[in-house]
């Protein structure tokens, strides 16, 4: 599994309670997005609702085998509630249940820092082989 099919398969579980980015140009798509850490969206971009945030890169936790080397890797996603007003436990129980393995924190943010209703998963993918460099 790579990013882009998590993140299309994530939007279709969740598609019917994911929020709305609003764009600089006016335009609405799903609030879905892949970023880097501390990486922000485009200026004038807003959300509502729930965001569902893809970390671009997973951490992979090598295992060592005879003679073959592969790394599982774990994807980290936040739902993060903006308007502070859903209930992200069936969200989370149909992720949890979609992709077993998953763990599941609460995130505490500061009042003030941002919004303070997000949960951080960390969805376990497939093995991938490693290469020698």
């Known amino acids: 599994m790579d990013i882009l099919q998590l993140r299309t398969e994530l939007e279709t579980l969740l598609v019917n309670s994911l929020g709305l980015y609003t764009l600089p140009n006016g335009a609405e798509t799903p609030a879905v997005s892949v970023r880097a850490p501390g990486e922000r969206m485009t200026a004038g971009t807003t959300v509502r609702g729930v965001e569902l945030v893809l970390i671009r890169d997973p951490d992979m936790a090598p295992i060592s085998q005879y003679s073959n080397q592969a790394a599982f890797r774990t994807w980290t996603a936040f739902l993060v509630d903006w308007n502070n007003d859903t209930d992200l436990e069936p969200l989370v129980a149909a992720v949890v249940e979609e992709y077993p393995g998953t763990t599941v924190a609460t995130v505490s943010v500061p ?11 960390g969805i376990q993918g497939n093995p991938a082989p490693t290469f020698d460099c």
Do not use: N, S, T
């Not at 009042?111 to 998963?121: K, S, Y």
């Open 111 to 121: 009042e003030g820092v941002g919004p303070m209703h997000q949960v951080r998963l």
